[in-house]
């Protein structure tokens, strides 16, 4: 208990800096700025799979599974890349969104903020549940492994025919029922009052379309990193480090999105070696190392390839 109570302290308290400190006053985050910002969170992530390799070798925490130090370090690292990776497509609705609701540059960061705190929220209680299911009822492995390949072989035969469209999906439809909804912003503020009638801003609407876009993603990110570990600490900070990291990331691959256009058929592999890691588990005992290879390379192959095409291009 102690462990997670100073992890939830910490993730406060860098949230509490981000907001008050670092991003007091709304700014455009250029690229310069989100570059050194996305190598910092990612900095961060791997000093902190070295506090899970402390804390595995000590008593501190519960190690149901008994995990070495070793272990526990690269199955952290391992989950963080996975999140990380399929969190590429969320970068590419949150810019779809962005757009159709024409939210300025400068207030992007808070919007994107605020969403992060309910993304917690919410991937905490699925991961407690994944983790519940998972445990009390083993043979939901296979109904997640079956899950995310049906995930990727959708994902390889679909492309691109179906782009997401915010103002047409029912999260803005059901939102318009509920307050009455301005087309401008003012500032930063998510509601407004016009005739004493308060009315929510695009940058509301926009929060809540991003909030529900990030449940459905999860459905796919959390069984797969189910399939690495079913250690709740391991699934939650690996999956808190790459959320806080995805805003500065967001920044700087939105203006060159279209250069990474190959990186689908990474996030395609990579779902498609969890699903299989899942069906055949019983069978096949995949290496901590081997499963952290294969995702390393699948996303900078999907990296160095994407590249090199829009060079070419």
């Known amino acids: ?166 103002k047409k999906s029912f999260v803005y439809k059901a939102l318009g029922k509920i307050i009455p909804i301005t087309s401008t912003t003012e500032k930063e503020h998510f509601f407004i009052k016009i005739e004493n009638k308060t009315f929510a801003t695009p940058l509301f609407v926009s929060l809540v379309v991003i909030e529900v876009m990030d449940v459905i993603f999860a459905v796919d990110s959390v069984p797969a990193i189910l399939a690495i570990t079913s250690d709740p600490f391991l699934v939650f900070s690996s999956n808190i480090f790459a959320i806080l990291g995805l805003r500065s990331m967001y920044f700087f691959l939105a203006n060159m999105l279209e250069k990474f256009s190959h990186l689908g058929y990474s996030l395609i592999a990579i779902l498609s070696f969890v699903g299989l890691k899942m069906l055949f588990h019983d069978y096949i005992e995949i290496p901590e190392w081997f499963s952290l290879g294969f995702i390393a390379a699948a996303l900078s192959i999907g990296v160095l390839v994407s590249l090199k095409m829009s060079k070419s291009t």
């Open 1 to 166: 208990m102690i462990i997670w109570i100073s992890f939830l302290t910490l993730i406060l308290v860098i949230l509490a800096l981000d907001l008050g400190v670092f991003n007091k006053t709304p700014h455009i985050i250029n690229s310069r700025e989100a570059s050194k910002w996305t190598a910092i969170w990612f900095a961060c992530s791997m000093l902190f799979s070295g506090v899970v390799y402390w804390l595995y070798s000590t008593d501190y925490t519960t190690n149901a599974n008994h995990y070495t130090s070793e272990v526990a370090a690269m199955k952290f690292i391992t989950g963080y890349l996975i999140e990380l990776s399929l969190s590429i497509d969320n970068i590419f609705v949150i810019a779809l969104i962005f757009a159709a609701f024409k939210i300025p540059q400068k207030y992007q960061h808070r919007v994107l903020f605020w969403g992060i705190i309910g993304a917690i929220l919410f991937r905490g209680l699925m991961i407690f549940f994944g983790v519940l299911l998972i445990n009390k009822f083993t043979w939901t492995t296979y109904l997640f492994g079956a899950f995310l390949l049906f995930t990727a072989i959708k994902m390889l035969f679909t492309g691109d025919e179906s782009e997401f469209e915010p």
